[in-house]
C-alpha cells in the first residue's frame, strides 16, 4: 500500500568503523570484568584451601591453650585472624578470635598461671589484606573502567583511530564519480591549488577556504571530496558533524581544535565535514544543547579564519540542510563556494550503474538504460545498493550472472521492501488489498498527469501488504499545480475504494494519507498554490510569524490543507464509481493471480 518510498543505506558504511571501535570497546569491558573475577576468585579459591587444611576452630583454639599445646600466637592489629603456632605441629594454623581482646587477656592469664604462650602483635599488613582490597576495590575498579569506556566512546579517547583511518590517502579519483560533469569542472581549480599553491600565491590569488556541498544523502557528496583529495594526491582528513556533539560541554570545540591542528601537521591537506548542518545550524535557540553547538561553530569560525595565507588546507563540508545553516558560516573566507548535488538525471544513473557493475558479472540481457529509466529520483548510493542487492539475490537464485530479473528484484526490494510470499493472508485483508491497489491504480489511470502503471501486486513486501509501481519516464524539475493534485486522487484511490466496495476502510492507507497530506501541506505552505494565501512561504515559521500575515492565518492554512485533500478523496470516489466495473476486474485479477503486468493492465483497457 505503499506507493513509493526509498531507503538509504549508504550511511551503513561510515558507521562500520564506529561500530568496530565499539565492539573493541564492548570487548575490552568485558575482559577486564572477567580477569577481575578471576583474580578474586582464585584468591577466594587460595582462602577455602587454607581454611580447610589449616584452619582451627576458635573452640578448638582454647581447649588447645587449656591443654597446653599452645607456643605461640601471632595477632594482627585490626584483624580478627589470628596465626596459631602448636607444639606438637609443624604446621601453622590459623583461626578467627571473635573478641580478639578477651583473647589476649584468656592468653596473658593463662602465662601467668605458667602456661606460657609467647603472643606478638603485628601491624596491619597489607600483603595479608590483599584479596579483600582487591574485592572492596572492585566496584571502584569497574566503574572506573567503565567511565574510561563511556569516554571512549564519546570519542576523547579514539581521535588517533579516527584520524589514522582518514588521513591516508585515498585512490578515489573523479574517475570514480559518475556524473556531475560541471560539478567535477568546478572542482578542478581546488585540486590544482592543492597541487601548486605558489602559483596562485605569486598571483596574488585569494584561496577558496571552504567548499559547502548541498544535497540529499547519498548523492556523492563525500566521494567527490575524497576525489579531490585523490586527484591532488593529499590526505583526506574527515569527521561528522554529529560526532562534534558532545554530552560533555566543551568537548566539541576541542575537537574542532584538534581536528585543525592534525591538518595543519598535514597539510596540504582537505578536511571533510560531514553533516555539517550539526554545528553550524541557526545560533538562536535557548537549550543547553544549542549553546554548546555554539562553542563548536565559534571554534570552527575561529580556525578557518585563523588560516594563514600560505597553509594549504581547503575545509569541504556537506550538508542536506542548507536553510538551517548558520549564515556566519557563508561569509567571504569561510564557505564562500557554495555547489549544489543533485540526485542524478537519467545519463547520471546510467554512469552510476556502469561504474557499479563494472565488478559484477552481469549478463547480457541485462539492460542498464532501462533501469537508469526506471529509477527516477535515485540517488547514487541507492543505485550502487540496487546493484549489490541484486548481486546477492542472483547469488540466492544460483544464477551464473547477475540477469535483468535479479535487478527489478532489487530495485523493488529498495523501493517498498522484501517480498514476503511466506506470510500467511486471511482472504478479508487479501480482498481488501486487492481492491485497495485496484483503487491506485484504476484512479491513476484516469489521471492525464500520472505516470502508466508497472505493476499492481497483493503480495507483502517490506511493511507494504501490497503496492503500485510506476513507470517513472522521464525526470522532472518541476510538478505543476495540477499535477500535484491529480497525484492527491491517486494517493487516495486506495481509501476511495476500500470505502465503495468493502464500506469499511482499513489501516493500510495510512502511508498514502501520510504522503498526502504532506504534499498538501506543502502545496499551501512552501510551493505557493493556495488562491486565498498566496505565493507566501509558511514553513517552519513560528506562529508569530505566521500571524503577521493576518488574523487566524493558521487556521486558514489548515483549512486549505484539508479542502485539497477532502476534494481529492472525492474526486477518488467518483473516478472509482464511475468505473466501477475496471475497478472489480482488476481486484478480481489480483484475488486470482496476485500480481497484474504493465501489459496485462493496459490490456483491461483496450475497450476505450
Ligand atoms: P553523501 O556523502 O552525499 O551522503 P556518499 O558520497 O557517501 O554520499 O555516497 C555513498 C556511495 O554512493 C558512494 O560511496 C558511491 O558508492 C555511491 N555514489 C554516490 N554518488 C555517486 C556518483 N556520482 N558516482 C558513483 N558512485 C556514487
Ligand atoms: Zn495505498
Known amino acids: 500500500m505503499k506507493e513509493k518510498g526509498k531507503k538509504s543505506n549508504n550511511k551503513e558504511n561510515k558507521n562500520e568503523n564506529k561500530k568496530d571501535s565499539k565492539l573493541i570497546v564492548g570487548l575490552v569491558i568485558i575482559l577486564i570484568i572477567l580477569i577481575a573475577v578471576t583474580i578474586t576468585g582464585v584468591f577466594m579459591m587460595k582462602d577455602k584451601e587454607k581454611e580447610d587444611e589449616k584452619t582451627l576452630a576458635y573452640t578448638d583454639l582454647i581447649k588447645q591453650v587449656d591443654a597446653q599445646n599452645v607456643e605461640e600466637v601471632e595477632m594482627t592489629v585490626g584483624s580478627t585472624t589470628v596465626k596459631v603456632k602448636l607444639k606438637d605441629q609443624e604446621e601453622e594454623k590459623t583461626s578467627i578470635v571473635p573478641n580478639t581482646e578477651a583473647f589476649i587477656n584468656l592468653i596473658q592469664t593463662e602465662s601467668l598461671d605458667g602456661n606460657e604462650i609467647k603472643l606478638t602483635q603485628k601491624p596491619r599488613s597489607v600483603l595479608v589484606q590483599i584479596p579483600s582490597i582487591l574485592v572492596s576495590l572492585l566496584p571502584t575498579i569497574i566503574m572506573v573502567a567503565l567511565f574510561v569506556m563511556i569516554f571512549k566512546l564519546q570519542g576523547l579517547g579514539e581521535k588517533g583511530k579516527v584520524y589514522e583511518e582518514t588521513e591516508r ?19 578542478i581549480e581546488i585540486v590544482d591549488f ?5 602559483k596562485y600565491a605569486k598571483m596574488g590569488a585569494k584561496i577558496p577556504r571552504g567548499v559547502l556541498l548541498y544535497g540529499k544523502p547519498g548523492t556523492g557528496k563525500t566521494l567527490i571530496a575524497k576525489a579531490i583529495a585523490g586527484e591532488a594526491n593529499v590526505p583526506f582528513i574527515s569527521m561528522s558533524g554529529s560526532e562534534f556533539i558532545e554530552m560533555f560541554a566543551g568537548l566539541g570545540a576541542s575537537r574542532v581544535r584538534k581536528l585543525f591542528e592534525k591538518a595543519r601537521k598535514l597539510a596540504p591537506c582537505i578536511i571533510f565535514i560531514d553533516e555539517i548542518d550539526a554545528i553550524g545550524s541557526r545560533r538562536n535557540s535557548n537549550g543547553g ?19 594563514e595565507s600560505e597553509e594549504t588546507i581547503i575545509v ?17 573566507g569561510r564557505f564562500d563556494r557554495q555547489i549544489t548535488i543533485p540526485t542524478p538525471d537519467l545519463r547520471g544513473r546510467l554512469e552510476i550503474l556502469k561504474i557499479h557493475s563494472s565488478d559484477k558479472r552481469l549478463s547480457e540481457d541485462v539492460n542498464l538504460e532501462s533501469i537508469a529509466e526506471d529509477t527516477a529520483g535515485f540517488t547514487g548510493a541507492e543505485l550502487a545498493n540496487i546493484l549489490n542487492e541484486a548481486a546477492i539475490i542472483a547469488t540466492k537464485n544460483e544464477h551464473e550472472e ?22 500467511v493472508i486471511s482472504d478479508k485483508d487479501k480482498k481488501l488489498t486487492a481492491y485497495h491497489e485496484a483503487g491506485h491504480a484504476v484512479v491513476s489511470r484516469y489521471l492525464p498527469t500520472q505516470a502508466n502503471v508497472k505493476e499492481v501486486s497483493i503480495i507483502p513486501r517490506g511493511v507494504a501488504g501490497g503496492y503500485t509501481m510506476y513507470k517513472t519516464d522521464e525526470d522532472k524539475y518541476y510538478i505543476s499545480k495540477t499535477e500535484m493534485k491529480e497525484k492527491l486522487i491517486a494517493l487516495l484511490g486506495g481509501r476511495a475504494a476500500e470505502k465503495l466496495v468493502l464500506d469499511d476502510i482499513s489501516t493500510g492507507a495510512s502511508n498514502d494519507i501520510e504522503v498526502a497530506t504532506k ?3 506543502e502545496m499551501v505552505t512552501k510551493y505557493g498554490m493556495s488562491e486565498s494565501l498566496g505565493p507566501i512561504d509558511f514553513q517552519g515559521k513560528e506562529p508569530y510569524e505566521i500571524q503577521m500575515f493576518g488574523e487566524n492565518i493558521g487556521d486558514k492554512i489548515g483549512q486549505e490543507v484539508k479542502q485539497l485533500i477532502d476534494e481529492a478523496y472525492e474526486n477518488a470516489q467518483q473516478l472509482l464509481i464511475a468505473h466501477r466495473d475496471k475497478l472489480d476486474l482488476i481486484a478480481q485479477t489480483l484475488l486470482r493471480q496476485e500480481k497484474v503486468n504493465e501489459k496485462e493492465f493496459a490490456r483491461f483497457f483496450e475497450d476505450e
Open 316 to 332: 569541504i563540508a556537506a550538508t542536506n540542510r542548507p536553510e538551517m545553516l548558520d549564515k556566519a558560516l557563508l561569509r567571504p
Open 169 to 187: 590517502k585515498t585512490k578515489v579519483t573523479f574517475k570514480d564519480v559518475a556524473g556531475l560533469e560541471e560539478e567535477k569542472a568546478e572542482m
Open 289 to 307: 544543547a544549542e549553546s554548546e553547538n555554539n562553542q563548536t561553530l565559534n571554534q570552527l569560525l575561529v580556525e578557518m579564519d585563523g588560516f
Open 194 to 198: 592543492l597541487k601548486k599553491p605558489e
Open 519 to 521: 504534499i498538501a501541506r
Open 402 to 423: 547477475i540477469e535483468n530479473d535479479d535487478i527489478e528484484e532489487a530495485v523493488k526490494k529498495v523501493t517498498v521492501g522484501l517480498e514476503k510470499k511466506e506470510r
